[in-house]
Structures are given as C-alpha cells and as structure tokens.
C-alpha cells in the first residue's frame, strides 16, 4: 500500500528495502521524516497528539502520491503517517519516492510533504507547561504549496 | 430547488469538535440550505459556540465525501459532510 | 564524523539514529540514497567500480557539508560514499540533513547531492556485456550544480 | 620566475591513468612551467595517448593539493597535482 496511517512506530530502511524490492531500475531513493520536536511556538512541547478524520486521510493521501506520480517519473512513492499519541523526537510522518534520477525523486519527495501538510486531514494538539492547545496552521506552508500550482510567480 | 427531505451526515473534527461538543450529527437539510456554504451559514447561526466557530472570518474547511469542497458545492441526499480547521499534519 | 568513505554497506536507519542521537529539537530529516542501477547509456550493467582520490575525496566532502551548513539553518548532515566494487541494486550512496523545518532540510540534500556530482573525485566504471566502459560526466549535473550558483539565471 | 628545481608529485586518476598507463610521477618542474596550465600543455607535449588524452578539446580536471584548480593556478615546490577526468561520483 503506498499509503498508511498507524499508531505504530515505522523503520526507514524496512519501508525503504521493501518498496524497492524486486526492482533494479532504481537509481534514487529520496525521503523525509517529520519528527516531532519539543519546542514550538514559544513553548516547551511535552507531548503531541494526531487526530485525523479516517477514510478521507487515507484518499487525500492516495491523491497526493498519483498526482506526484504525474508530474515526475517515478517507481513508486510511499506515504506512511502516525496519529494518536506522540513524544519529543518521536517520528510522525515518512515520505519515500524512487526514481531513476535523483532530481525526480527529491522533487517528489517535497512536493508530497508540501501538499500533505495542506490537504490531508491530521489535526496536532500539544500539551505545554502552559495547557494543552490545538496547533494553528501555518501562512508558509499555504505557501509552499503554492509554489506547484500553475500560475504560482515564483 | 433540491429534493425534499435531503439528509447529510455532519463531521466535526479537532478544535472545532472540542468548542461545538459535538462529535457527528445527522441533519434534514433545511430549506434554502443547498450548498456547503448555506450549511456552514444556517450552522453559524445556531449562536453561541457555533456563531463564534463558523464566523465567516475563521478559517474553517470542508468536505463532502472525502473531498475538501468549496463553499459552493451543492450537497445531496446521503453525503458526508466534514467541517474542520485548517490542517496541520505532517 | 560528517563525511565517510568506505567499501562497507550503510545502513540509513543506523545512520539517522546516531546522527539524531541526544538531540530534540529535530523537525525534519531529509535524506537521499544513490542506487546502483542495471541498466545505463542503453547498455545492460552487471558490475561497478568505484575509484577515488583518498584525501581530495574526504576534503570536497566535508567542503560541501560545510557550505550547506552556510546557506541552511542545518543541526547536522553526513554523506557516506561507498567505492569499490559494486552490483546492480546496491546503495553507493547516502545523504542526510537534520534541521528543524523541512524546506532547509531538503534543499541541503539536493544540494550536497549536487555538487558532489559535479566536485567530489569519484570515478564510475561500468561492466557491460560489450565490455568495461568509464562513466561519462553528464551535462544535467553540472545544470544542476549550477542553479544553486550565484547569477544563475533560472 | 619559478624557484629553481620546484619538484612536484603529479597523480592522475580514472580513464586518464589507465589510458597514460600511469598512477603517479615525481617531476621537476621544467622551464617556462609554472601554472597547471603551462603543465597540462608540457605533458600534451610528450606525444601519443599524452597528445590525445590532454589536449585542449578534452575534458580534464586538475587539482592542486586536494583542491580543484583552475588553469591559472602557479605552481609550488612540494604541490601535489592530480590530473583526472569530469567526477562521475554520487
């Protein structure tokens, strides 16, 4: 499945062994890891947790991972996401996609995480010293996926 | 016009689902109720909580079946219609 | 050590792990393997060599981790390059970054990745059935090499 | 006017060294070589795979003690000087 949402832990090198299995044609793996830190916005951050809304998750993600797969060449892509309960340094998000050509890949890779951050439905509540509170999104990440769309200045 | 008696499935989600109490309601569409938007807006004026969540001013999202939707969309008989703030996984 | 080059496998797991060792204020960790592929130029690829200059090698390396840590907020980066003999399918490369956003994350990867292309003295020898060939440098590296280059036009 | 007798190791690399049949030389820097430049020419000049492998229409990389240099780069008793082929690494 190129696309999962699971409470559990993930291993890159697993993910990654098993998406290139059985292929020789791969000459780039590019990947990213979110990974939860403890500190944000001011505050100590102790600990996170990722709502989402299931069934829509899993097709805005799988939308995601086809529309990367028309704009670049790619073997395969896989996005793997955590919700629940999470701590500092506790890893949230891997995105890996393979490729013939590394600047296929890498672009790939950005590309998927810009548009997850912005249209796949996980929500983060943090708990901080000061109480717990829902995480506001961000004007830069608007931006940066902005930055794929026709028409975009940039 | 839409059909008589139309009725969707509403989803709260994250902060909105904590400051409306509320996690899913089924709703009879009410009249002049066709799009998200007219939903989002006769759902505002319910008051309290509801008129200070889904203030035209919030930023607030949503779907219908799955699929982020703008405040255009017409809704149906039997849809699922999520309302949400901004995303902020990853 | 930032920089490696050895014979030895790599593991990117391991890798990840010891380069975010002790540290919590980790957002993002990007990162990209270069893949042996069975297949270049339009000929089939059974066997690689890897040939290096000790000490130049080393030295470029740790030169362009060094410039990324100049252009990006970076808490860390590697490279480990492998030489020697390889087959089809087999990592030859690694880059990881560690910074707290994703954006500097990755582009420190698509950096490194690209001036190590284009500087750092490692040489390819392909086996193919028509016999052993030198890998030919590609015009798209140096492109890509270019673009992070002031004055560029792109 | 070069020191007399610099003396320089000179290392060549990938297809270059297979095809001089060469891995390295010590060399005392002749008259009139004082660049990488002047150097690249003077060992054109030594005819055969020399002449071919070096001439000006190639693509060859020198570096001067671990870095890459440029061909106007003088020369220093003691340097060492790699000559090599476009890095086809990564």
């Avoid at chain 1, 939860?36 to 947790?49: A, H, I, Q």
């Avoid at chain 2, 066709?34 to 035209?56: F, I, K, V, Y």
Wanted: aromatic share 6%.
């Amino acid at each position: 499945m190129p696309v999962r949402v699971q409470t559990e832990d993930f291993d890159i090198s697993a993910e990654i062994l098993a998406l290139r299995a059985g292929r020789s044609d791969v000459g780039a793996v590019a990947s990213f890891i979110g990974v939860m830190r403890d500190f944000n916005e001011g505050s100590g951050v102790t600990e996170l947790t990722l709502e989402h809304y299931p069934g829509m998750t899993e097709k805005s993600l799988q939308q995601i991972v086809d529309e990367a797969h028309g704009r670049w060449r790619l073997q395969d892509a896989l996005v793997v996401h955590r919700v629940g309960c999470m701590r500092p340094a506790d890893q949230i998000v891997l995105v890996v996609a393979l490729s013939a050509h590394r600047e296929e890949a890498l672009a790939a890779c950005a590309f998927i995480m810009d548009f997850l951050k912005t249209r796949a439905p996980f929500w983060k509540k943090e708990r901080t010293p000061e109480g717990e509170r829902w995480v506001e999104s961000r004007a830069s990440d608007d931006a940066a996926a902005g930055r794929w769309l026709p028409g975009d200045p940039r | 016009m839409i059909a008589p008696m139309a009725t969707v499935d509403l989803l709260y989600f994250a902060r909105l689902r904590e400051a409306l109490g509320i996690e899913r309601e089924r709703l009879v569409l009410p009249e002049g109720v066709a799009t998200t938007g007219e939903l989002r807006a006769w759902l505002a004026a319910r008051g309290g909580a509801w008129a200070s969540e889904l203030d035209a001013r919030r930023q607030v999202r949503m779907a219908v079946n799955h699929d982020l939707a703008g405040a255009g969309q017409r809704l149906s008989d039997g849809d699922e219609v999520a309302v949400f703030p901004p995303v902020t996984g990853g």
